[in-house]
């Protein structure tokens, strides 16, 4: 069975940094490109990012492109995303999910609450 | 990187059928046959319903169906249950990667 936990989650004031974590199991975690997506309270889905196979390759959306870095691990089945100089708009549910190609997100995890404030 | 349009709320009686629609472009939706379905209960982690307009992975009931026209995609759930209650957001694969606002299906 596939699953996906995040964390890393938490209150950080506007301007600071917070680092998540995703662990994957019940799949081969170095054959499928990885995605983050977020919901801020009462909206919708949005795609945050998403990272190649082997690495090679990275993809954001245009409000976190340069403050935030999506990066796995392989060898330790883990996906990770660092955001830095946080906004009170980046509050939201951080979701990791498994892309099966075409953006199709085929597993998703509990995601882990962010929020950005003083 | 526009979000795919889609109506803010839908509604049917248990036993009806009601089909929500998810608008985008020929850069999206229009442009390849990639739209995936996502269901998503209060307080719940997104489901997987459809994939690639009109592909159900296991698991899913056949009483959700998808399918496209031109730059419009649209899911219907047929013979509609309580448990189908919950929002309803649409993807496609494109220039980026877009979800639409999402829809909100009220069972009556």
């Known amino acids: 069975e596939v699953q996906l936990v995040e964390s890393g989650g938490g209150l950080v004031q506007p301007g600071g940094s917070l680092r998540l974590s995703c662990a994957a199991s019940?799949?081969?975690?170095?054959?499928?490109?990885m995605d983050w997506v977020r919901q801020a309270p009462g909206k919708g889905l949005e795609w945050v990012a998403n990272?190649?196979?082997?690495?090679?390759?990275?993809y954001y959306v245009d409000s976190v492109q340069g403050r935030f870095t999506i990066s796995r691990d392989n060898a330790k089945s883990s996906l990770y995303l660092q955001m830095n100089s946080l906004r009170a708009e980046d509050t939201a549910v951080y979701y990791c999910?498994?892309?099966?190609?075409?953006?199709?997100?085929?597993?998703w995890g509990q995601g882990t609450l962010v929020t950005v404030s003083s | 990187q526009s979000a795919l349009t889609q109506p803010p709320s839908a509604s049917g009686s248990p036993g009806q059928s009601v089909t929500i629609s998810c608008t985008g472009t020929?850069?999206?939706?229009?442009?390849?046959?990639?739209v995936s379905w996502y269901q998503q209960h209060p307080g719940k982690a997104p489901k997987l319903m459809i994939y690639?307009?009109?592909k159900r992975p296991s698991g899913v009931p056949d009483r959700f169906s998808g399918s496209k026209s031109g730059n419009t995609a649209s899911l219907t759930v047929s013979g509609l249950q309580a448990e189908d209650e919950a929002d309803y957001y649409c993807?496609?694969?494109?220039?980026?990667?877009?979800f639409g606002g999402g829809t909100k299906l009220t069972v009556l």
């Open positions: 993807s496609s694969f494109g220039g980026s990667r877009v």
């Open positions: 020929s850069s999206d939706v229009g442009g390849y046959n990639y």
């Open positions: 690639e307009v009109s």
């Open positions: 019940g799949f081969t975690f170095s054959s499928d490109w």
């Open positions: 990272i190649k196979q082997d690495g090679s390759e990275e």
């Open positions: 999910a498994r892309n099966r190609g075409w953006f199709r997100l085929d597993s």
